[in-house]
């Protein structure tokens, strides 16, 4: 149904393939323009875009596991234990 299309990025002017895996996920997400941009510039204005949000609010915290003091990118809940980067990686690993 759906075939592969040669298309022109707006931002840098190359060519880049819109495939018709593309087409049908397009297709079935109801998104009824093609893309406009390849795939680099996509991504380069995405990461532009978050470069403007306000930086994250940190918030103090004790490591539950090595008792570090730390900052977490959310409001402790008391009762609820908070890890350091280290120890939230390894418990991640762990898992």
């Not at 759906?2 to 087409?23: H, M, N, P, R, S």
């Not at 990118?73 to 980067?85: A, E, I, L, M, T």
């Amino acid at each position: 149904m759906f075939e592969d299309k040669t298309l022109v990025c707006q931002d840098c002017g190359q060519e880049f393939i819109f495939t018709a895996g593309e087409q049908e996920f397009y297709h079935e997400k109801g998104f009824e323009n093609e893309p406009k941009r390849c795939r680099d510039c996509r991504t380069a204005r995405r990461n532009n875009r978050s470069g403007n949000r306000a930086p994250r609010e940190m918030f103090p915290a004790v490591c539950a596991r090595c008792g570090a003091d730390t900052q977490v990118p959310f409001r402790p809940v008391d009762g609820r234990p908070v890890y350091c980067q280290e120890c939230f990686q390894a418990q991640r690993e762990a898992l």
